[in-house]
């Protein structure tokens, strides 16, 4: 049994917490004033469905020369969130300013939440670490300037954590379980992966807390995919299949695994099937659109396809085909790029526009490192709820390396590399010269 020394610390004062908050809403709303993103926000595909949602043409797609058909891609949650701020202020730099100043705020519930996790799992000494560094993090300070569903789906994976953090910890009871299914189910709305991530931490409550979890375990189940159901109900409904939050798993598994295949989303062969997955790909439409970059299986299986509603659902059926078969007959080269998605992960991507910014990639390879260091110094002093943190990473590591990765898959795992680099700050803290830091690491590394 791992000893649990960090939880029962309290030499920090938590007063500094409202300081550390305030700090981080000063600076986040500097970068949203010298960007401006809200005079020409840039909402990629969640801008059409947000709109036709604000003319109450429901969550569709409006494809050219056709009638507006149910969306299935994407998860809706952020078409909604920003439809409701086009009912309110119009469809303006009005509604863009909202939006942006709403996610200023959930920027602060994730310091907040960092902090009072940490004081669940680590201590007040590591939590006033943890949480100023998540009120300074690059990436994380920048995250409402973009218009994109991370901004609600890390709050929302957070406050799951923290919740089920207190009844594992037995600090609280089922209400915790409760509200941490609600969190979880408002998730998935988000976040399409987090389908696994239901039954990971389910499971984990009955890690960490044995039999007696089994009935909050399924209650945790059962209103998490309550929340979910009238979703998937309405997928069922339009298109006859079963699909609880979206249809896109097999274009992300062959944008990651095939010949071309570079570790992220960044080449032209997966930009011409994104393309290609709303287009009649029939005839010679696929030349006058430019999608030549496909591989011929694939343009030959696409034509053979009705450009109807439920085409695009078919076509990722295709690319699902084809890039299990590529892996079950490459395994050398999808280990290869497997490896190569996990440096992306914990490093820098030189590929991805965004993953090649210094202010991203030098605080993300930092943090990789001070994460990694305070696991090796700290791990011993942590019992079996830390898992909470950890398992949540390896999933997106994981996840990753069968897909692609791109900087948000990393960026919602930032929080916790930061918890585990705050595991220093106790270490730190009792150092009296130079050496004491580096030599327990040597130690525990030898």
Not at 88 to 95: Q, S
Not at 100 to 115: A, D, E, M
Not at 226 to 254: D, E, H, M
Not at 406 to 417: A, F, H, M
């Amino acid at each position: 049994m791992m000893r649990s020394a960090y939880r029962d610390t309290t030499s920090a004062d938590s007063t500094v917490l409202p300081y550390i908050l305030l700090a981080a809403g000063i600076i986040r709303a500097a970068v949203v004033l010298l960007l401006r993103t809200y005079r020409t926000p840039l909402l990629w595909e969640v801008g059409p469905l947000a709109a036709n949602l604000y003319h109450r043409l429901g969550y569709a797609e409006q494809l050219p020369g056709q009638q507006p058909w149910p969306a299935i891609f994407m998860p809706p949650g952020y078409a909604f969130w920003v439809a409701a701020f086009y009912k309110v202020f119009g469809m303006g730099p009005t509604a863009y300013i909202a939006i942006q100043v709403c996610q200023i705020g959930l920027g602060l519930v994730v310091v907040l939440l960092v902090y009072k996790l940490a004081v669940i799992l680590v201590g007040h000494d590591c939590a006033a670490a943890a949480a100023a560094m998540t009120a300074l993090y690059p990436p994380l300070v920048y995250l409402p300037v973009e218009f994109h569903a991370i901004n609600l789906y890390l709050p929302l994976e957070m406050a799951c954590i923290y919740f089920l953090a207190e009844f594992a910890t037995a600090r609280k009871g089922t209400t915790s379980v409760f509200l941490a299914a609600v969190c979880m189910g408002g998730l998935l709305l988000f976040r399409a992966e987090a389908l696994a991530l239901v039954v990971i931490f389910a499971a984990l409550l009955l890690v960490l807390r044995g039999k007696s979890a089994l009935i909050p375990a399924l209650w945790f189940l059962l209103i998490s995919f309550a929340i979910l159901a009238p979703w998937t109900i309405r997928n069922y409904v339009f298109f006859r299949s079963l699909i609880p939050v979206c249809q896109s798993s097999g274009t992300n598994l062959w944008i990651g695994n095939n010949p071309l295949a570079t570790g992220d989303d960044r080449y032209q062969a997966a930009d011409d099937v994104r393309s290609a997955l709303s287009k009649d790909t029939k005839g010679d439409v696929a030349r006058e659109f430019g999608l030549t970059q496909i591989p011929l299986e694939i343009r030959e299986s696409f034509r053979q396809i009705p450009f109807d509603k439920d085409s695009l659902i078919r076509k990722d059926r295709v690319l699902q085909t084809v890039a299990v078969r590529f892996i079950e007959s490459q395994p050398k080269q999808f280990l290869r790029v497997a490896l190569k998605k996990s440096f992306y992960f914990f490093f820098v991507d030189f590929h991805h526009e965004m993953g090649r910014r210094p202010v991203y990639w030098i605080p993300a390879s930092l943090l990789s490192l001070l994460a990694l260091a305070g696991l090796v110094l700290g791990w011993r002093d942590l019992d079996k709820s830390f898992l909470l943190v950890i398992v949540p990473i390896l999933f997106s590591v994981l996840l990753g390396a069968v897909v692609f990765v791109i900087p948000r898959y990393r960026i919602v795992n930032d929080p916790l590399l930061i918890l585990c680099a705050a595991l220093l700050a106790p270490a730190i803290k009792r150092t009296r010269d130079g050496d004491a830091l580096v030599d327990p690491l040597v130690r525990r590394l030898s």
